[in-house]
């Protein structure tokens, strides 16, 4: 069971997030309850119940039972999630993650062999127009 990783310590990464900086790591045989917060990449691989928050990537790593509300900037699965998931920039599921909940994100990917449970709503922000742009389109639609 680890928890927290030094940066630079690849000893215990996962195929998945080998050759990749995580602050934080949750290994299997851990078990958490509550609302975890995180800022910079994590890897979650243990049980997890209540909520998730992350302002970083999140992996969830082969071995991660989440039973949680997941909500994140890049967020990707190959675990199994009980939960909606809602994911700013990017949620890629991945082979052979197990997704029973709503999903929501503006760019999604589904690997083939994925089994995900649930309804999806992909929303995008409307690009910011600036001054110029604004113009242009004014003077097209006249």
Do not use: H, W
């Not at 195929?15 to 900086?21: A, I, K, L, V």
């Not at 649930?118 to 690009?127: D, E, F, I, N, V």
Request: with cysteine; proline share 3%.
């Amino acid at each position: 069971m680890a928890f927290g990783k030094e940066k630079g310590d690849e000893s215990s990464t996962t195929p998945y997030t080998q050759n990749r900086s995580v602050e934080a790591f949750l290994g299997q045989g851990s078990k958490v309850t509550g609302n975890l917060n995180f800022t910079g990449p994590v890897e979650l691989d243990g049980f997890i119940e209540g909520e998730i928050d992350s302002k970083g990537r999140l992996d969830i790593g082969e071995g991660a039972v989440i039973n949680a509300r997941i909500t994140g900037t890049e967020i990707r699965v190959r675990g199994t999630v009980n939960g909606d998931i809602t994911a700013t920039e990017r949620l890629s599921l991945l082979k052979p993650a197990k997704i029973v909940g709503n999903i929501t994100s503006s760019n999604l990917s589904i690997e083939e062999g994925v089994v995900f449970e649930g309804t999806c709503s992909m929303k995008r922000q409307a690009p910011q127009l600036t001054d110029a742009s604004k113009d242009a389109v004014k003077a097209a639609n006249k």
